[in-house]
Nanobody, 120 residues
C-alpha cells in the first residue's frame, strides 16, 4: 500500500515561509501527478499546486501563484511545497495527493495531512 507522509507544517507569522515535504513509500516516478491540497475548517478541500512527474509541468491555484513553489526530488521520492509570503488565509491542513493510472484504472493516494497556521 502506498504511503505518503507529510511534514514541515507549523506556526509561522504572516510574511514568513515554510517548506512542506511529502515522502512517498514508492518511487514517485511511478505516479502520474502529485500535488498539494489544503482544507480550512468549514471549507472544502482545494487544490494548491500540482506537478506532472514525467514532464515537470506545474500548476498553481491563483491564490498562491508567485508565492508557493512545488518541486520534486525523484532520488528522495519526495515532493516539496515551498511557501513564501504566507498570509493568515493560508491557514489550513495541507495534504499530499498522488495519482497513478494503470491501464483503465485510476488510483488516488492521500497523506494524513500537516497543519499550517499563519498568525497575523
Amino acid at each position: 500500500q502506498v504511503q505518503l507522509v507529510e511534514s514541515g507544517g507549523g506556526l509561522v507569522q504572516a510574511g514568513g515561509s515554510l517548506r512542506l515535504s511529502c515522502a512517498a513509500s514508492e518511487r514517485i516516478s511511478t505516479f502520474n501527478t502529485m500535488g498539494w491540497y489544503r482544507q480550512a475548517p468549514g471549507e472544502e478541500r482545494e487544490l494548491v499546486a500540482v506537478v506532472v512527474i514525467s514532464s515537470g509541468y506545474v500548476d498553481y491555484a491563483v491564490s498562491v501563484k508567485d508565492r508557493f513553489h512545488i518541486s520534486r526530488d525523484n532520488a528522495k521520492n519526495t515532493v516539496y511545497l515551498q511557501m513564501n509570503s504566507l498570509k493568515p488565509e493560508d491557514t489550513a491542513a495541507y495534504y499530499c495527493k498522488a495519482i497513478r493510472y494503470i491501464l483503465e484504472a485510476r488510483y488516488v493516494y492521500w497523506g494524513q495531512g500537516t497543519q499550517v497556521t499563519v498568525s497575523s
